[in-house]
């Protein structure tokens, strides 16, 4: 087996073992009294059979997903006509050989097979062959291998999301997580996952950054955590958090068998980046699963049936993306909570996912509305490290405070939200937002130039510490 050389899986169709299958079913089916010809002997068990020297490569069928050691049909074209050179006897070709359609496309390892202990040596390689096409094929976005992950309620779901410096993408402002564990809400009878009560989740703000790192074109948000409190911890302790995350939902790396936890993301290639180079150690039998991949998959497929810009009117072209904002608002989701918070994404990304696996059964989290804003920090108190709190938004009938300590709006005890300082209030904003995520400013009017550009630089003021809930490319 050492000997090969790199061939295309193309006509690479046939099962092996199924050809000498197929020969003896072939035999029993017209009577042929194959143990009294001189060419008997090749068809008195699999090993002789061998003897012939296959050559074969390994692939997975496309449709199964199961592994297969595979030969050509010329080949098998080739030991009839030895059967004829050697003995004078005509063998046909059996028609029920088992035909596999190689999901494989790259060029895969050529061996000879001749005997049954190389048979036997490449037989046990099939369990790896299948768990990295099926690793693949979750990449990817197929939605059939995907929900084959969900159906089975055994794996860990476990979504992540960084948020980091756009001067240098080395430095974390925040990271964020949230993981179902499917298999133990199986055994206690608690399935489908209530996203609010079955979800785990934590947000984490680097102390260091915080308030001083801030991205001119991609806001961040590490004070608006809606799903629960924010810890604000040093930058030397993220790799030890992120680490202990993940070991307490990993299982043991193995070759064969795929990992207990399944990571998630939106666009994830970047957080997987981000991973690897903070040292966190991923086994690598763990499934990664791109819910933006996922999405485009199921909508090329014709499952979410036509879809418009809802900005131009336009119908979705094949192949196009939609940002995590775009995909929330067309499951329904419109969250209520700024997105480019990493907690958010990192729940809201699990949501998703859940939405589109399970549609029927998966509604909106709850979320305390006192969480819907928190104010920046405005000295006085402290987290540690000479971090200090952010305060309490406050609500019924009192300020809502926004960036910077302005006032926002006031939550009126019927429920209403008011606006203040001219400024529209976050909570309606949001709502209205497109589902492609762009705030766009009023009409300007005017007699002149210079009172349209005065007018379109006060709504520039004003609306800035909006932008950025709910951004195009996150």
Known sequence: MSDFRLVNPEGWEYDLQSVYSGYIGYFQLHNVPWYDRTWGQFFETFEQFLGFSWPVITVTDSCTGRAHIVTRLTTVGAFIKMIKTRFGETLPTPDNMLKVSPFETAQRHLRNVADWATYKKLYTTLPAVALTAFKTRVRAGEPKAIRELWEKHDKTFLAIDFEWSERNPSTFLEWGYAAVRCGHLEAVGAWPPVPETNYRKGHYIIGEYVDKVVNKHCPTHPWQYAFGDSQVIPKTKLPQIIQSVISSLVSPDTETTANILVLVGHGVSSDIQRLEGTGIKIPHNVLIIDTAAFERALFNLGERGTMHDPKTGKLRAQGSTLSLGGLLHSLGLDPPCALHNAGNDAFLCLLALQKMLDPGNTLMAEIDVRKLRKAKPIGGMSMGMGVPMPSPVQFLGLTVVGDAGRPRSILTPGGRSRAMDG????????????????????????SSKEDKEKEKERWANRAKPTQGIRSLTK
């Open 423 to 446: 400024l529209p209030d976050e909570v309606g904003l949001v709502r209205r937002a497109s589902g492609y995520d762009d705030v766009s400013p009023p009409r300007t009017s005017g």
